[in-house]
């Protein structure tokens, strides 16, 4: 007997239909699974033969043989366990012919536990989204919910496989296999971290700004204890919100990694701080099956990566394919996937390997060559990624136990939407989403030159070693704090400003 | 040229030089004793131990040490880059080196050595320059300069690059004695003052074979040679335990007048000088506290301007700055300030502070390090 069930699979971000075929034939007692399954897809039959079993259903004891078809595209994931098992049913003929036909209607995922309860998997809404347009309605598991939900797709959430069999007989009603869906209450932007609460740090606080504005990469360089982290904390809260079309992208992202957690459809900018050991892969996605990395958990948020100097060289180096492209392509022998990963790199670093240089208390230790060697870690490829580089300098008590409040996160993100909105029009009908993204001809297009500004360039060039390279940052940060003034031309005093938040310097050549 | 020794001897010299952990006035007695540098090397270890009266293992070891330089080929390499290897017969060897007591019996040369004639201050410091000592460095070196003065330093980074530069941006000519061999730059980052400096007459010198790496113990040694050219020694910057104070005692030792540039009490890179001071050496406060040292028959041709005594720390109306810039000039102050303390002494925001500091760093008034703003010159 052959049966044929529709459950889907991953591939990169986008889910794709899988179809599962089962034909139960006359001879030794075996259950193989074909069609490239993953391990976790392989032990799914022993998962399956318990569940059956213990639903109050008989395992048949013949030859079975599951493909998943297309066969030439690997699978990894539990949510085949649900499929095969409903597979087995309708083909030994325990499932009426009616149930066996409405089976042809149903996308099937799910996780079975030995008893036959579902279990959540991961992946759910990318594989909702991309089988969409076959019209069928969703089996998944009720801890999958939110993801139904959000995918817009009807879908029922039966908690065990006796629950789901019953309900194709027409024993229980469809209300009866679907739990309601709960959304939590919408949180208040990082209410709890504030702007306000930053002592000091002036310039800092405007290079987050003008980064929020344009989308620009920020390196903060300061003493220990200066607010760096602090200050990337609050960095999310002056975003613009999510658009519905980005919040989608980072839900599948996450839906892929099984992060969802008991949220909501994501409508917070992620921020991401992985610790400076962090490997590779675990960085930039991959491993034999590939996943996406921290890279792309963080797209559409910022990637906050602290003690940026003591990442490996070879961790630094492989940030450099997101900052430039906006996403991840992971080849391996077997596949190869794109995720994407547009973040904002938000770094933080000490200005020497003993943090002390230019501590008017604590004298610093380090030999000069040190500190060139710790400064030389951050590659010049990977400096020329990133817009603003901003040092902190120690908070001074009176700064400190000022009563006078600083700026607070509401009146900074006020700006910050203002930009972005002209942002917006700006680039209605391109790919570029902020003035960070331009290219070299919306360069050209969009920040002309001042009168006057071009000698201010070329003393600042020869005056700060700035590389020919290093112009167009400049220029496309200067957009940014136009736009933040509401201003249509660049002005030679933004130019000036962002000489402000030019690179490391280099240390200890004199000037001839 | 007239040669005053034999090629053969020369060589000799070059690779009996090679015996580093000797001082040179051993090397001298010992020439005197076999009369010249090629009778050493004719020698056997026990001979040449038994003969002068050196431990047998040291005498082995200045041996070895010696065979493992090919002098032919420190010659060639030399003469390829425009160099020559002095010894003490020749006329261009220094006439103020040969009167210290340890004067190098081999001296590598690229470029042009000053005349005897040539006023000459040696100018050394910390690798950790503040930036008090970067202007004090830049501005006591660019006056020595245009006076006429031949600085004296050793290449290092810091206060000897900074004095160095002070030079090289008059186009006037300075030496450099290097702690490594001529063949190579250390460091790194100088090979640009270097090239600078031989193409405006100045002199690249040490005494190390040709491609000696940068070891630890080569720095105290050619410091003698700095205090040997110079008169009198001048110390910037540097802590209690430091190069610059090595060349301090050696420069006492020689009879050289010793002079410090005072600095804050509480600065450990001013704990050097200021220890200097209170011990007795002379106080610089302006070129001219360094010029009343040079001694008389040197005096010849220096700038006589810069004789007179000029008060630096003495307000000065600063030439071009709109009454804002001035502002910030004043909360600058004679230390540091950063963008977000100088907009709040200013009642600024961000932008009219960047852009009133970007004015002033171009205009040099202002030199800007990790984020911290300083004067640059006085």
Redesign the interface.
Same mark, same amino acid.
């Given at each position: 007997m052959l049966a044929n069930v529709c459950t889907g699979a991953i591939k990169g971000i986008e889910g794709f239909a899988v179809s599962v075929e089962i034909d139960i034939a006359a001879g030794m007692p075996t259950l193989a699974v074909v069609g490239l399954p993953d391990a976790e897809v392989r032990e799914s039959k022993e998962r399956v033969v318990a569940a059956v079993r213990n639903s109050g259903f008989d395992f048949p004891a013949k030859r079975i043989t599951v493909n998943l078809s297309p066969a030439e595209l690997r699978k990894s994931g539990t949510q085949f366990d649900l499929p095969i098992a409903l597979g087995i049913l309708a083909a030994s003929g325990q499932l009426s012919a009616e149930a066996s036909t409405k089976i042809q209607n149903l996308l099937v995922l799910g996780e079975l536990a030995l008893d036959g309860t579902l279990r959540p998997c991961a992946g759910v809404l990318p594989m909702l989204i991309s089988c969409q347009p076959l019209g069928k309605t969703a089996v998944i598991p009720p801890q999958n919910v939110l993801e139904g939900q959000v995918s817009g797709a009807p879908f029922i959430t039966p908690h065990t496989l006796k629950e789901l069999a019953d309900y194709l007989e027409g024993k229980l009603e469809e209300s009866a296999v679907k739990i309601a869906y709960v959304p939590e209450p919408e949180k208040p932007v990082c209410s709890e971290l504030d702007f306000s609460d930053v002592k @000091?740090?002036?310039?800092a606080k405007?290079a987050l700004e003008i980064a929020a504005a344009g989308g620009h990469n920020v390196l903060m *360089? @300061?003493l220990p204890g200066t607010g760096k982290s602090m200050l990337a904390k609050r960095f999310p809260g002056i975003l613009p919100p999510l658009t519905q079309e980005e919040s989608l992208e980072i839900t599948k992202i996450y839906s892929i990694c099984n992060l969802m957690g008991k949220s909501r459809l994501l409508t917070q900018r992620p921020f991401r701080d992985p610790h400076h050991t962090i490997s590779d892969v675990a960085l930039i996605g991959g491993g034999s099956t590939p996943r996406p990395g921290e890279v792309s958990l963080a797209h559409n948020g910022v990637l906050f990566l602290d003690e940026f100097a003591e990442f490996s060289r070879s961790s630094l180096e492989v940030l450099r394919e997101p900052l430039e492209n906006g996403r991840v392509t992971i080849s391996r022998a077997k596949e190869t996937v794109t995720y994407p990963a547009r973040f904002t790199l938000v770094a933080a670093m000490n200005?020497c390997p003993c943090g002390h240089?230019?501590d008017p208390h604590t004298?610093?230790t380090c030999?000069? #060559?040190q500190i060139n060697r710790y400064k030389a870690r951050i590659s010049g490829p990977l400096l020329d990624r990133i817009d603003l580089t %901003?040092? &902190?300098?120690p908070v $001074?008590y009176t700064d400190w136990n000022k009563t006078s409040e600083g700026e607070t996160t509401a009146q900074i993100r006020e700006r910050v939407l203002k930009a972005r909105a002209i942002q917006r029009t700006r680039f209605a009908g391109s790919a570029t989403p902020a003035n960070a993204f331009m290219t070299s001809r919306e360069i050209k297009q969009f920040c002309a030159l001042p009168a006057g500004a071009d000698q201010i360039l070329e003393?600042?060039m020869r $005056?700060f070693g700035l590389s020919a390279r290093s112009l167009d940052k400049i220029l496309k940060t200067a957009r940014t *704090?136009a736009d933040l003034e509401g201003k249509d031309s660049l002005e030679t005093?933004h130019l %000036?400003?962002v #000489?402000?938040y030019r690179p490391l310097?280099?240390k200890? %050549?004199?000037? &001839? | 040229m007239n040669p005053s020794i034999s090629s053969a001897e020369r060589l000799a010299r070059i690779q009996l030089n090679a015996f580093l952990y000797f001082r040179a006035d051993w090397l001298e007695r010992l020439i005197e004793i076999f009369g010249s540098a090629q009778e050493i090397l004719r020698q056997d270890a026990p001979t040449l131990a038994r003969e002068a009266n050196l431990n047998p293992a040291t005498a082995a070891h200045l041996l070895r040490d010696a065979f493992a330089v090919n002098p032919q080929e420190e010659w060639d390499k030399t003469t390829a880059l425009g160099g020559y290897i002095y010894v003490p017969e020749d006329e261009e060897y220094p006439q103020s080196l040969k009167n210290i007591k340890e004067a190098p019996i081999a001296l590598y040369v690229l470029g042009q050595l000053p005349s005897n004639e040539q006023a000459c201050t040696a100018m050394v410091g910390t690798r950790k320059i503040t930036p008090y000592g970067r202007r004090a460095a830049a501005k006591l070196a660019g006056d020595l300069a245009s006076c006429g003065v031949t600085i004296v330093s050793g290449l290092a980074r810091g206060v000897d690059s900074e004095c160095h530069a002070a030079a090289v941006r008059l186009k006037k000519p300075t030496v450099g004695v290097i702690g490594t061999g001529i063949g190579r730059c250390y460091p790194p980052e100088n090979r640009a003052l270097e090239k600078a400096m031989l193409q405006y007459g100045g002199a690249v010198v040490s005494e190390l074979p040709f491609n000696s790496p940068p070891n630890a113990f080569h720095f105290p040694r050619r410091n003698r040679i700095i205090a040997g050219l110079s008169q009198p020694v001048v110390v910037v910057e540097g802590e209690i335990k430091s190069g610059a104070l090595i060349t301090a005692k050696l420069a006492l030792e020689m009879g050289k007048d010793v002079l410090a540039v005072p600095g804050p009490i509480d600065s450990a890179q001013s704990a050097g000088p200021n220890a200097l001071i209170r011990d007795g050496a002379g106080v610089v406060t302006a070129v001219s506290d360094i010029l009343d040292y040079i001694p008389q028959q040197l005096r010849f041709g220096l700038d006589s301007r810069f004789f007179e005594k000029k008060d630096l720390s003495a307000p000065k109306p600063e030439e071009d700055l709109t009454p804002r810039q001035r502002e910030v000039m004043n909360a600058v102050g004679s230390s540091q300030a950063s963008l977000d303390q100088i907009a709040e002494a200013l009642g600024a925001d961000v932008p009219e502070a960047a852009s009133l500091l970007f004015e002033l760093e171009v205009k040099g008034f202002l030199a800007c390090e990790n984020g911290l703003y300083s004067k640059s010159k006085f």
């Open positions: @000091g740090q002036a310039l405007r *360089i @300061g200005p240089l230019g004298p610093c030999s000069p #060559m %901003v040092n &902190l300098n $001074k003393t600042a $005056k *704090i005093k %000036v400003e #000489m402000q310097d280099r200890g %050549v004199a000037d &001839l | -």
